[in-house]
């Protein structure tokens, strides 16, 4: 086992390396006409989305979904997700943003709840995947919290690399990742790009920042 006291980024995925919110939307607004609701905005989305998702579902909804509802649901908003995607890409400056961090001598690694056999292909597919020492994506059943996840990709990477979580950084576009960071003892930094509006990240008690170019400074900053 290494000894590594290099600043580590644990990135997110979705909404944060990949600008995929209209690929949301339209798998958000698919998922929804299946139970009869009416479409939403992205500025409604992001006022209102939350995890676990079957809770998103229950401030449209005023109760939480049936077993049969949530499988419908999540069944329509994979598939119609899936077909979006293609025509998203990285978010703006991504690929600097990435080399430069790996060229200063420090570690990156994903964190995502997104399909863990999806996830590789994709990140792979935009030239970027040799920046990270680990990529995780979500094993098992979606709606779920972020928390159980960071713990076992910190671990690994502790055991691994020697990447510590006190100089570890967690950027992400929800609060799900800053209560995740904090499980494991890591610091926050959330971007208001993706799914969460301002107000609602700011309630995580984190730096919230615009841009990635800001998140990467912040995180420098917090892990020194």
């Not at 290494?2 to 644990?10: D, L, P, R």
């Not at 006190?166 to 992400?172: C, E, L, P, Q, S």
């Not at 509006?197 to 800001?214: C, I, K």
Request: hydrophobic share 40%; proline share 4%.
């Amino acid at each position: 086992m290494g000894t590594n006291t290099a600043a580590h980024i644990v990135w997110d995925w979705n909404g944060t390396l990949f600008h995929d919110n209209d690929a949301v939307i339209g798998a958000t607004n698919a998922a929804f006409a299946e139970l009869g609701l009416e479409p939403i905005t992205l500025e409604q989305y992001r006022a209102m989305y939350c995890v676990p998702v079957p809770k998103f579902y229950e401030r449209l909804l005023g109760r939480l979904p049936s077993e049969a509802e949530w499988k419908v649901m999540d069944e329509t908003f994979h598939r119609h997700y899936t077909e979006h995607r293609a025509r998203c890409g990285l978010a703006e400056g991504v690929a600097e943003l990435l080399t430069s961090w790996r060229s200063a001598g420090r570690s990156q690694s994903i964190l995502s709840m997104y399909g863990h056999e999806e996830l590789i292909p994709l990140v792979r597919g935009f030239g970027i995947e040799a920046h990270f020492i680990r990529i995780d994506g979500r094993t098992g059943p979606s709606g779920g919290s972020k928390a159980e996840h960071m713990v076992r990709h910190l671990d690994f990477l502790a055991g691994e690399t020697g990447v510590d979580p006190a100089r570890t950084v967690v950027i992400g576009d929800a609060a799900d990742d800053a209560l995740a960071a904090r499980h494991v003892g890591a610091r926050a930094v959330l971007y208001t790009g993706g799914s969460h509006g301002r107000a609602s990240l700011e309630s995580a008690g984190v730096p919230v920042v615009d841009t990635l170019h800001e998140a990467v400074a912040e995180a420098e900053r917090l892990a020194a």
